[in-house]
């Protein structure tokens, strides 16, 4: 089971489902924290701003970042809840999670998948630019991108709702 939120949630998620594994992502500005009952092992870290293009003074997510994103959720044992949170849990996050979704399920169609992530969270926008280099680093030949240009924008919120995708 995959948990996404916002920061200011992700505590209480973990606590609530027994997560064991972490995904957190925030901008530079924003400190990351620890999180009791995960181990520095199983937090994955990245640092950028939620920006869909290069924009002057902003920090884009590079490749190295889909990469290390990529090799944290194949190794991550599936025994115990994987938690993926950004600072409101509606565009990075949800990137993640639509990459975990790829990743676990490599023969699965991109735009169910996509679909699939909508129905669980409306407010879902994942980062174009991280869905990108994931695309090219699975080679999915621009369907991971297509798909969530094919979702588009989700419903306005300052902040996502919590949720669960099976996997």
């Known amino acids: 089971m995959i948990v996404v939120c916002g920061l200011n949630a992700a505590q209480g998620q973990i606590d609530l489902h027994g997560a064991k594994s972490v995904i957190s992502i925030l901008g530079?500005?924003?400190?990351?924290r620890d999180f009791s009952g995960i181990?520095?092992?199983?937090?994955?870290?990245?640092?950028?701003?939620?920006?869909?293009?290069h924009t002057a003074g902003l920090i884009a997510p590079q490749e190295k970042d889909a990469v290390r994103l990529v090799e944290f959720i194949q190794t991550w044992d599936r025994t115990n809840?994987?938690?993926i949170h950004c600072w409101a849990g509606i565009s990075r996050s949800t990137a993640s999670a639509f990459t975990a979704l790829c990743v676990l399920r490599p023969d699965a169609d991109e735009m169910d998948l996509a679909l699939e992530l909508r129905a669980?969270?409306?407010?879902?926008?994942?980062?174009r630019m991280i869905t990108a280099q994931v695309d090219q680093l699975l080679k999915r030949d621009g369907r991971m991108l297509k798909a969530v240009e094919a979702?588009?924008?989700?419903?306005?919120?300052?902040?996502?709702?919590p949720f669960i995708l099976k996997v």
Not at 28 to 32: I, K, L, M, S
Not at 154 to 160: D, H, I, V
């Open 151 to 161: 979702i588009g924008r989700g419903a306005n919120a300052f902040e996502g709702t």
């Open 39 to 53: 181990t520095r092992e199983q937090h994955l870290r990245l640092t950028f701003n939620d920006i869909n293009s």
């Open 120 to 127: 669980a969270a409306p407010s879902a926008t994942p980062n």
């Open 28 to 32: 530079p500005e924003t400190p990351h």
């Open 81 to 83: 809840p994987l938690l």
